[in-house]
């Protein structure tokens, strides 16, 4: 068992920054310019999600939607709703589950056309 632990500023390419450590363990990456920030950020093979925290919404916002990720969250971290679609970019999956869209990928559609008369 670990305790929950944040790793500060560790190596751009230490294993709990290119890989998805699935624990309380999480790496805590300072920046300041953001073309920066996007190319270590998608620097990985993996992209299930990604945090940005700043006080500037429109700055992580920007920053948000360059990510390679496939939920990213600003100010916060895991927060999950049923009604949103959650699930993974690159290697960390193919397919998403919840929301909609989630709902869909376990179903088999069909669509039936039923003529009144013949």
Known sequence: M???????RP??????????????????M?????????????NSSMGLGASIWTADLDRAARVARQIQA????????????PTALFGGHKESGIGAEWGLNGLKAFCNIQTLFLKKSV
């Open 2 to 8: 670990i305790a929950p632990t944040i790793i500060n």
């Open 11 to 28: 190596p751009d390419n230490s294993h709990i920054v290119v890989e998805e450590p699935f624990g309380p363990i999480v790496p805590l």
């Open 30 to 42: 300072s920046w300041d310019d953001e073309a920066e920030v996007i190319e270590r950020a998608n």
């Open 70 to 81: 496939g939920t990213v969250w600003t100010n916060d971290h895991f927060s999950l709703s």
